[in-house]
Each structure stands twice: as structure tokens, then as C-alpha cells.
């Protein structure tokens, strides 16, 4: 525990505040594109130890979040075909779609079933060779190299009732697409650590060159992020706008090679629906012509019915960061993590999540 506590010792995280509060003049609106940022920050109460000229912003990352309602429906009713086993991670249970969630298909008789990894549905497939498995692929570039990881050793061995639904998406369009909606001028951006150690910071350079917003890409302890803060507000007090990376321990510039290769290997870009962004073209990947015999997508007649949002709800908004949880009339009364209506309070890395557990504004 060596090692995290170095990174949560409070007479250090004061000393940086104290720098911020110190050299933070200009107004400044940051916004943490991660859903493990926006966590950390309310866990450890980072928002109260800025200066009031900085106003920090959550944004879309959050893969549970921003699976759309669409792609949702069309999950629970592959789990409904007969003969299907729908392999997930937990955090997807929950999550509601237009009229019902994996966790009811699941009650009503379908078979899903949790997994820890891709290496558990694999196992899945083996043990059950008379069934069609399908993973459930969510997530960003950080869990899509076990991903295709999967798909690679499911032909190597030959496993031929193994199939990937790839809801996946990457992260750079998405921030461009955000920027491009104009309704949010951000001042900074803190990027996330967890997909810039397998991108790199490199794929972040359009947003300093293009847009002239400051990027910092961070970790996710209470040192990770103040000292992000920190280089941010030198770098909009200096005038400056480049790409600079606080999380050395875990990102290189490059990425990792070797998980790129995997990725690039088995997929390719495709457009993807983003919850209260819409479709981003080149935001998802899909399986390329070589690997389609592990695709869900093709091997199934899925029908999942017309879709519809949850009346109230304003997970999209609060995606793109022009709501907060405490805007949403539902936040903490109708909507619990005990009873969720949308999305960012089912997630653990939900914005409306954080808030409730975390923040002032729980609306008790």
C-alpha cells in the first residue's frame, strides 16, 4: 500500500492546492473526461481544494454511461435468443435500456452471466459447446486489447460458439465531436490516464493545435490530479496550449505498441451512437472482414423494438457537461442507486454516482 499512499498524503496534496490557489488567476473551466477522475474528485474532495477561479466539469467518460439506449436494447434482446449465453461485466446489469435491463432478461429467464474477463466467457464457451456465448464488449481503449485479445485465442483454439457484440468506443472523436457542439467552452482539459497508456498522449494534440485547450493527461490519485491542476493553470496563466503529461508512471507518448497492434489487428472504425452526443463517425470499432465469424452482430437476427429515453432523465446533457446531476429534477429523489432511472447512477464511475455518494448535492 506503499506506493498509493505516497500519492494521498494530505500535507503534500495542500502544498499543491496552496501552489493552485497561488498562481490560479484567470477564470478557468476544466473539464475530466474520465468517469475515475470525476470519482476521485469528489471522493477526495478535490473541488473544495481549488481556488473559485477554477470550475471543474464532468464529461462523457464513462463507458457504462454512454452506451446509448439502442445499443442497450439490442444487448438484452440477444440475451432473450434462445440458446444464448450473454457473457458481461457486472457494472452492465443494471444499466436500464428503453423498457428493461439485463438484470430483468435475467430474472424473466435469460442466461447472463457476470464475468471478470474475456478469459471467463472464453471458459464459458468451452464448458458450454452445444451454446452460442457472447461477450458483451463495452468499453474504451483501455479493455479493448483483451477484447480482441479474445477473439484472437478463440481462433487460435478453434472455439466456434464464441461470438463478441462490440459495443466499443474510442475516445478523440468523441472529445471533437463535443467541442464541435460549441456548447461548452473549456479552458483545459484533463485526459484520461487509464486509455492515454494504451493511445499515448499523441491522439490529444488536435485539441491544444485545433482548439487551443490545454491537455494534461492524468492519473487517478489526489497528487495524480492536483498536480494535472497544477501544470493546467501554468499552462492558461503562460498562455500556453500543448499536451503535457502528468502520469509518467503509466504513459508514454507512443502508448503501448503491442496493445494497438492487437486492437488494430481484429478491429476496425466504424461509427457508434454516443448517449447525448448522437453518432460520431470513427467513435467505435467493429471486427474486421477477417474475424466477422466472431461477430454477434452478424451471427444473430437481433430485434430489439423502437427505443425511447426515460422522461426527465438528463444523462445526456450532463455527458456533454452542460447539466449537472443537481439540474436533473429526478437526481437523488426518483433516480437512486438503489433505483436508478439513467445510467449515471447506475455506474460506479457515473457522474450522478459521485455527486450522490460524494458531493453536497445528494437532494436529501
Known sequence: MKFIDEFRRSDLAQA????????????????????????????????????????????????????????????IALAKIPGVILATFGDMLKVPGSYSSLQ??????????????????????????????????????TTTPTIAASVLQAEAEGIR?????????????????????????????ICPGHVSAVIGSHPWDFISREYGIPCVVSGFEPLDILQGIEMLVAQIESGQ????????????PEGN??????IEQVFQPCAASWRGIG??????LKLRPRYERFDADLAFDIQPGPTREHAGCLCGEILRGVKTPADCRLFGKACTPENPVGPCMVSHEGSCSAHYLYGEDHGE
Open 257 to 262: 505498441r503491442k496493445a494497438i497492434e492487437v
Open 279 to 284: 453518432i460520431v463517425p470513427g467513435s467505435g
Open 161 to 189: 460458439n464464441f461470438s463478441i457484440l462490440s459495443q466499443n468506443k474510442v475516445c478523440p472523436p468523441t472529445i471533437r465531436a463535443l467541442l464541435d457542439l460549441g456548447e461548452i467552452r473549456l479552458q483545459g482539459l
Open 16 to 75: 499543491v492546492s496552496a501552489r493552485i490557489q497561488q498562481r490560479s488567476k484567470t477564470p478557468a473551466r476544466l473539464m475530466e473526461f474520465c468517469g475515475s477522475h470525476t470519482v476521485a474528485i469528489f471522493k477526495h474532495g478535490i473541488r473544495q481544494m481549488l481556488p473559485p477561479t477554477i470550475d471543474m466539469t464532468s464529461g462523457p467518460g464513462c463507458p457504462v454511461c454512454v452506451t446509448a439506449n439502442t445499443d442497450i436494447d439490442k444487448s
Open 241 to 252: 496550449s500543448k499536451v503535457e503529461i502528468a502520469y509518467r508512471r503509466g504513459v508514454r
Open 104 to 141: 430483468e432478461a435475467k430474472a424473466e429467464g435469460a442466461d447472463v452471466r457476470v464475468v471478470y474477463s474475456t478469459l471467463d466467457a472464453l471458459a464459458i464457451a468451452k464448458e458450454n459447446p452445444d451454446r452460442k456465448v457472447v461477450f458483451l464488449g463495452i468499453g474504451f481503449e
